[in-house]
Structure formats: structure tokens, C-alpha cells
């Protein structure tokens, strides 16, 4: 799995468990879901990730997004 599918996995995974929080505990967890969104916005705009950068150092293989 590259680093890209695994940027996309991790965002989805969190978006998810924030909406259920925010369901099942507290609306502030949407906040985070928000974090998330604006962050992968970004990304998208600069080609800056902090995972990206993370997951390179720790050896996934480049996708076409972020080498």
C-alpha cells in the first residue's frame, strides 16, 4: 500500500470515529472531522502532509500525490 492510499485510509478512519463520537459523547468532536477536512484541503492545494512526511520516513513506497 502507498503512502497515498494509506494518507486517505488514515483520514477516513478518523472523519468516522469523530462523526461517531459526536453522535454517541459530544458535537465538539466535529471539530476534529473539520481538522481533518481543512488539512486535506491543504494537502491537496500545497503537496504538504505531515503523515505523508511521517509514513516516507518510516519506509511506505511514494505514490503519484506525495513522493
Do not use: E, H
Request: charged share 5%.
Amino acid at each position: 500500500m502507498n503512502i497515498d492510499r494509506i494518507v486517505l485510509l488514515f483520514a477516513g478512519a478518523v472523519v468516522l470515529a469523530a462523526s461517531v463520537l459526536a453522535y454517541i459523547a459530544s458535537p465538539l468532536w466535529l471539530l476534529l472531522s473539520g481538522f481533518v477536512g481543512l488539512n486535506l484541503l491543504q494537502a491537496s492545494l500545497t503537496g504538504f502532509c505531515p503523515l505523508a512526511m511521517v509514513l516516507k520516513k518510516l519506509g511506505s513506497a511514494p505514490g503519484p500525490a506525495f513522493k
